[in-house]
């Protein structure tokens, strides 16, 4: 919704950013634990055991080790503001470490900007994406 935004503003020079926040050691953890332990729970034993590098630690995790500083998204939210206008990303990852996001926001791009890019809202998504 808030890349449709962009496009949609973009003409009238308002600039959206989708701020996109880590894993933060907070009591979400809690529920994520128990869905995903009660699917391990009625898993198929070969299924849990072919993907075993990504189903070991299901239901596990609290969070502990996640060094993020909630106080990230608004200094990440202040040093955008502070961009000049039309430097401003349209997607920006929030967090310490890995930042698997951002390959991803990249194809996204691309792939909007070569699907896209050709038709009548073509200027309106490469402006976004430039």
Same mark, same amino acid.
Do not use: C, H
């Given at each position: 919704m808030s /890349?449709?935004?962009?496009? /949609?503003l973009v003409p009238h020079g308002i600039e959206v950013t989708v701020i996109q926040p880590g894993g933060y050691p907070t $009591?979400?953890? +809690?529920? &994520?634990n128990a869905y995903t332990g009660a699917l391990k *729970? &009625?898993?198929?034993?070969a299924l !849990?055991? *072919?993907? *075993? #590098?990504?189903? @070991? %630690?299901m239901g596990t995790e609290d969070g502990s080790g996640r060094s993020a500083d909630p106080m990230d998204v608004p200094m990440a939210?202040? /040093?955008?503001?502070?961009? #000049?206008? %039309? $430097? &401003? #990303? !349209? &997607? @920006?990852? +929030?967090h310490p470490g890995n930042k698997p996001q951002e390959a991803i926001n990249r194809v996204s791009a691309e792939v909007q900007v070569a699907w896209l890019g050709g038709g009548a809202l073509g200027p309106l998504v490469k402006a976004v994406h430039d």
């Open positions: /890349e449709q935004l962009a496009y /949609e $009591k979400v953890w +809690v529920n &994520r *729970a &009625r898993s198929d034993a !849990l055991a *072919a993907y *075993a #590098p990504f189903t @070991r %630690g939210i202040a /040093e955008i503001m502070a961009m #000049p206008a %039309g $430097k &401003r #990303p !349209l &997607r @920006r990852a +929030v």
